[in-house]
């Protein structure tokens, strides 16, 4: 089993661009989640999904979008990539409420 | 609003213990949750509490105080490969959570 992986590990942009990044699992997780992580700050999360076909806006969701067709896949949109958006992206899954959050290896975009 | 408090980075020597503090505010509160992240890898999961009390697997224990708002993880005969950040968080009354910064470790031989 794979678990969660993500798809690039690494991406350069440059300012205006736009790009897709793909988290997948085989873990059969209800629930999947995009962060970013930033020197110095927790993890932040941008959006979420409850279930295949639902999303939700976390605590920093501008410039990004998402969509959950697929139970196993959940993608994250950057329409008009700034520099600002260099971060990590983690992706990560989870059964239910109680449980425990799996994460993927993280894609490391740099905006230039 | 929603706060979680940890050290920024503390070191130790192999072989002692060391005690990583954290306090949360939340609305709401659901569980907390360690986790452990090596330099350029993925958060993996340590422990939860829900339940105040102390939780022990093998080398790493966590405790926790619902009515003071803290927590601590306890790491025990500490081993170069614990060298890594350890991550806090707050699981609040939407199933969210909310992370500290994390607390870097460094274990000096």
């Known amino acids: 089993n794979a678990g969660v992986t993500q798809t690039p590990k690494f991406r350069v942009l440059k300012t205006g661009q736009s790009m897709t990044l793909l988290c997948a699992q085989d873990m059969n997780h209800e629930y999947m989640y995009w962060y970013r992580q930033d020197p110095g700050m927790g993890l932040r999360l941008i959006h979420y999904s409850v279930g295949e076909g639902t999303t939700a806006k976390g605590e920093v969701p501008d410039g990004y979008n998402v969509s959950r067709l697929k139970k196993q896949n959940f993608l994250l949109g950057l329409e008009s990539a700034a520099p600002s958006q260099t971060s990590v992206y983690f992706c990560?899954?989870?059964?239910?409420?109680?449980?425990?959050?799996?994460f993927g290896p993280g894609t490391r975009l740099t905006v230039l | 609003g929603q706060n979680i408090d940890q050290p920024t980075e503390m070191t130790a020597t192999e072989g002692a213990i060391v005690q990583i503090n954290c306090t949360y505010q939340t609305s709401g509160f659901n569980g907390l949750f360690w986790y452990q992240q090596h330099a350029g890898e993925a958060p993996t999961f340590l422990s939860y509490?829900?339940l105040d009390g102390l939780e022990e697997k093998g080398r790493f224990s966590s405790f926790l105080s619902r009515s003071k708002g803290y927590s601590y993880l306890l790491l025990k005969e500490l081993q170069m490969k614990d060298s890594a950040s350890y991550l806090c968080a707050a699981m609040d009354s939407n199933y969210q959570l909310i992370w500290g910064a994390g607390t870097k470790l460094i274990i000096k031989p």
């Open positions: 509490n829900v």
């Open positions: 990560a899954t989870q059964a239910g409420d109680y449980n425990e959050q799996f």
